[in-house]
């Protein structure tokens, strides 16, 4: 038993660890981009390999747990959370190396952005640190709020569309510019679902329910 | 998984059992559906084979030992001092922890109930020797040795025929107190297939250490503990999501 306490122990601590690196990631690559800081930039796509590495040893960890414990009650629901959010994690780093890849093609260029994109990235921080503090806490506090803000990113996401259709328009030299905005509010508009489909894995391991908070 | 509600075979209700001056089980309740298989799981101790035995008063035999409540099979309550014994064991069969073979051949074995019962004719004789063996995957395995001693079977075998046994009075409600404590994985899944199959034709209710063995092939799990039903409910309810903490700590290993 002890021995079991100790290696969920292990894999819950990481995936906190994993979650933490995710906020990290995408405190950084939002910063990068709206201060056009590519040192920064290149921090992040250098720090992705550490979130690769984690989801590879926290799934290995929980499928080990899987086997040879058999657990149930609190302790399959917080495997299966885990099994999923590591998953969402991983992808919500990706979206934060690619936003600080566009970061250093936008450096080469005028930098023009599109102005959604700075409350974006404020939206999807707060909903990534509800969902892994939601985890950590083993809470469901603030998920409420998370459809509201999936709602306004999702928005926001469709105004900055039209937005740099617009800028393109206006300034078809700059279309290459605007293009690499346009993809980052998609990064960040999944980054949103993502941390919605952390905080439903994160209700079943608080409540036992199945929620659907990314409609 | 939603579990249909099937008709309630046997109807515990507020139990209280006590041997001698000592209070064993304090008002357990407990609804067994017909056609399911319920699993009792608990500490040492706790009552989960004193309420199994209650169910076809095999405490009966235990001197001192006093039970108060109800407890109905179809709406008869079993401890009506009108009920005959004999025939609530023949309605209600048990298997226990060690095969208990007679020192007789498989046949005899087999055929002892019905001829207590009044079966003498030997066609039908033969044809509740097949038709129980097959019940109990068994008739493959010894249908060419039925006159051998049921003692020389290896005691995975041994407690099928002890099932292919019980199965021969034609029960309702098969009662299996740690069927599978005595024999390896093989002969453990074998039983657990086995039970499965069983509950197309009858009720099964089964004591078990075995929690895997449990949330495996139940439909239903009550958790008891210091002689309380602390929770009961549908078997996966109780292995995901408990509603009480005691059995939260129970299945997830954390008690004591």
């Known amino acids: 038993m002890k021995k079991f306490e100790e290696d969920m122990r292990k894999v819950v601590n990481n995936t906190c660890d994993m979650g933490s690196l995710a906020v990290s990631l995408l405190k950084d690559s939002v910063s990068a981009l709206t201060d056009d800081d590519t040192e920064k930039a290149q921090s992040v796509i250098d720090r992705f390999d550490r979130i690769t590495y984690y989801d590879g040893l926290i799934e290995e960890d929980a499928i080990r747990i899987l086997t040879l414990y058999q657990p149930?009650?609190?302790?399959?629901?917080?495997?299966?959370?885990?099994?999923?959010?590591?998953?969402?994690?991983?992808?919500?780093?990706?979206?934060?190396?690619?936003?600080?890849?566009?970061?250093?093609?936008?450096?080469?260029?005028?930098?023009?952005?599109?102005?959604?994109?700075?409350?974006?990235?404020?939206?999807?921080?707060?909903?990534?640190?509800?969902?892994?503090?939601?985890?950590?806490?083993?809470?469901?506090?603030?998920?409420?709020?998370?459809?509201?803000?999936?709602d306004r990113l999702d928005a926001l996401r469709n105004s900055s569309l039209a937005d740099g259709v617009a800028f393109i328009e206006k300034d078809p030299q700059e279309t290459a510019s605007y293009l690499q905005s346009i993809t980052v509010s998609r990064y960040l508009e999944r980054i949103g679902d993502q941390a919605c489909k952390i905080a439903e894995k994160v209700t079943y391991m608080v409540c036992g329910k199945h929620v659907e908070i990314d409609t | 998984m939603v579990i249909r509600m099937n008709e309630i075979i046997l109807d515990i209700k507020d139990v209280n059992l006590w041997y001698g001056e000592k209070q064993a089980l304090f008002d357990v309740s407990m609804p067994v559906e017909s056609n399911r298989i319920t699993a009792l799981i608990g500490p040492s101790g706790c009552g989960k084979s004193t309420l199994l035995r209650s169910m076809n008063r095999m405490n009966d035999l235990v001197s001192g030992c006093r039970i108060e409540g109800k407890m109905e099979f179809r709406g008869n309550d079993i401890y009506d001092p009108s009920n005959d014994v004999n025939s609530i064991r023949k309605k209600i069969g048990m298997i226990f922890q060690r095969p208990n073979p007679f020192p007789m051949s498989i046949r005899d074995n087999i055929t002892y109930g019905p001829k207590i019962h009044g079966i003498t004719d030997k066609k039908e004789l033969n044809e509740i020797v097949e038709r129980t063996l097959q019940q109990a995957a068994l008739w493959d395995e010894v249908g060419d040795r039925l006159d051998k001693s049921a003692l020389a079977l290896s005691g995975g075998q041994q407690q099928r025929l002890c099932i292919a046994r019980a199965l021969s009075t034609n029960p309702e409600i098969i009662l299996m107190d740690e069927p599978t404590s005595a024999l390896d994985p093989i002969a453990t899944s074998k039983i657990e297939d086995l039970a499965c199959e069983l509950q197309k034709d009858y009720t099964v209710v089964i004591v078990t250490h075995n929690m895997q063995q449990a949330s495996r092939i139940s439909d239903k799990t009550g958790f008891m503990y210091l002689g309380k039903m602390i929770e009961f409910d549908d078997t996966e309810k109780i292995f995901n999501k408990p509603k009480e903490e005691t059995t939260e700590r129970y299945i997830t290993g954390r008690f004591g």
């Open chain 1, 72 to 150: 149930t009650a609190i302790d399959i629901r917080t495997l299966s959370t885990i099994l999923k959010s590591i998953t969402y994690m991983e992808r919500t780093a990706k979206n934060c190396k690619n936003t600080a890849k566009a970061e250093l093609i936008l450096h080469e260029t005028k930098h023009n952005q599109i102005p959604e994109i700075e409350e974006m990235g404020r939206i999807a921080i707060e909903m990534i640190e509800i969902s892994v503090n939601g985890f950590r806490n083993k809470s469901v506090e603030g998920f409420d709020r998370l459809r509201t803000l999936d």
